[in-house]
Nanobody
Framework: VQLQASGGGLVQPGGSLRLSCLAS????????VGWFRQAPGKERELLAS????????YYEDSVKGRFTIYRDNARNTVYLQMNRLQYEDTAVYYC????????????????WGQGTLVTVSS
C-alpha cells in the first residue's frame, strides 16, 4: 500500500486543520492506520491510530479531546481532524499503515507516507 498525506499548512493558535491520508492499493480496509508527528529536535511520536474496522481508536494524551481520527474505507482515506491547535502542535505529520499487529503499538507501522507540515503561529 502507498500512502499520501495532505492538508498541512499554517494556522493560528486555536484554529483547526484536517489532514488526509489517501491510500492506493488493494485491501486498505485491512490495515490499521496511525498518524505520527515529528517536531524539530524531537523523536517521532504516535498521536492517534485507528483499527482496520474503524471501531477502535487510540489518542496520545496531549491530543485527546482536540484531535479525532476516522476513516472512510470506501474512499481509501483516513482523516485527522485537529481542533484547538497549539504552538506545540507544530511538526511534520506522517500517516502510516500496519497490516498486522496491535494498532496502538508504534512499532507495527511499516508503510509510510511523506510528511505534511503543520505550523501553528500567530
Amino acid at each position: 500500500v502507498q500512502l499520501q498525506a495532505s492538508g498541512g499548512g499554517l494556522v493560528q493558535p486555536g484554529g483547526s486543520l484536517r489532514l488526509s491520508c489517501l491510500a492506493s492499493g488493494s485491501s486498505f480496509s485491512s490495515y490499521a492506520v496511525g498518524w505520527f508527528r515529528q517536531a524539530p529536535g524531537k523523536e517521532r511520536e504516535l498521536l492517534a491510530s485507528i483499527s482496520w474496522s474503524g471501531e477502535h481508536t487510540y489518542y496520545e494524551d496531549s491530543v485527546k479531546g482536540r484531535f479525532t481520527i476516522y476513516r472512510d474505507n470506501a474512499r481509501n482515506t483516513v482523516y485527522l481532524q485537529m481542533n484547538r491547535l497549539q504552538y506545540e502542535d507544530t511538526a511534520v505529520y506522517y500517516c502510516a499503515a500496519a497490516r498486522s499487529g496491535w494498532y496502538m503499538d508504534p512499532s507495527v507501522y511499516d508503510y509510510w507516507g511523506q510528511g505534511t507540515l503543520v505550523t501553528v503561529s500567530s
